[in-house]
Antibody, heavy 122, light 110 residues
């Protein structure tokens, strides 16, 4: 069965870098993409960006451009999210979610990771 | 990209039906048939309920239905059950190859 298993909760200092991993199994990794979505405390879901597991193409939400990098490792079927210079308001649960198209950020997120709580605090 | 507009909360009694609206623009909801709806119980991963405006994934109850008219999409839940109490989010593909979520609607089953 399809599984997305994310890395554990993390605490990071403002200005450092945060990285979340999402290891997958149960399907052909390169036939899909990934969306990353976050939920800050008391807030709604916010789309961070998308990456193709086929060719590594990315699309990032405007508010994250310049600060976020998404990558994939086809040897381990794992997706990664890196956010540079995080601020306190980047404290959130970060989710990876499988996206149906390896070509564009279109389409629904049909399987989700369990979420990773990232706390940005000095 | 501004978030799609959803009512902050809706409520209904068991057995009743409720509808949640999701209003965007011609650059997102109105421009593409790529609207999805998610159910999110706090502390759990969101669950896909509807995709491509009205399609239900395998395993999702037919009590959940959806539609779109112009720049507004709607999710209807019929035969409300206690377990339907959750947050509901719409999302849409946009003209700039990105996705946008609605602000979320908290459903209370009275």
């Amino acid at each position: 069965q399809v599984q997305l298993v994310q890395s554990g909760a993390a605490v990071t200092k403002p200005g450092a870098s945060l990285r979340v991993s999402c290891k997958t199994s149960g399907y052909t990794f390169t036939n899909y993409g990934f969306s990353w979505v976050r939920q800050a405390p008391g807030q709604g879901l916010q789309w961070v960006g998308w990456i193709s597991a086929y060719n590594g193409n990315t699309n990032y939400a405007l508010s994250f451009q310049g600060r976020v990098t998404m990558t994939t490792d086809t040897s381990t079927n794992t997706a990664y999210l890196e956010l540079r210079s995080p601020r306190a308001d980047d404290t959130a649960v970060y989710y990876c979610a499988r996206a149906p198209s390896p070509a564009a950020a279109v389409g629904p997120a049909d399987y989700w990771g369990q979420g990773t709580l990232v706390t940005v605090s000095s | 990209q501004s978030a799609l507009t959803q009512p902050a909360s809706v409520s209904g009694s068991p057995g009743q039906s409720i509808t949640i609206s999701c209003t965007g623009t011609s650059s997102d909801v109105g421009g593409y048939n790529f609207v999805s709806w998610y159910q999110h119980h706090p502390g759990k991963a969101p669950k896909l309920l509807i995709y491509d405006v009205y399609k239900r994934p395998s395993g999702v109850s037919n009590r959940f239905s959806a539609s779109k008219s112009g720049n507004t999409a709607s999710l209807t839940i019929s035969g409300l059950q206690a377990d339907d109490e959750a947050d509901y989010y719409c999302s849409s593909y946009t003209g700039s190859s990105t996705l946008v979520f609605g602000g979320g609607t908290k459903l209370t089953v009275l």
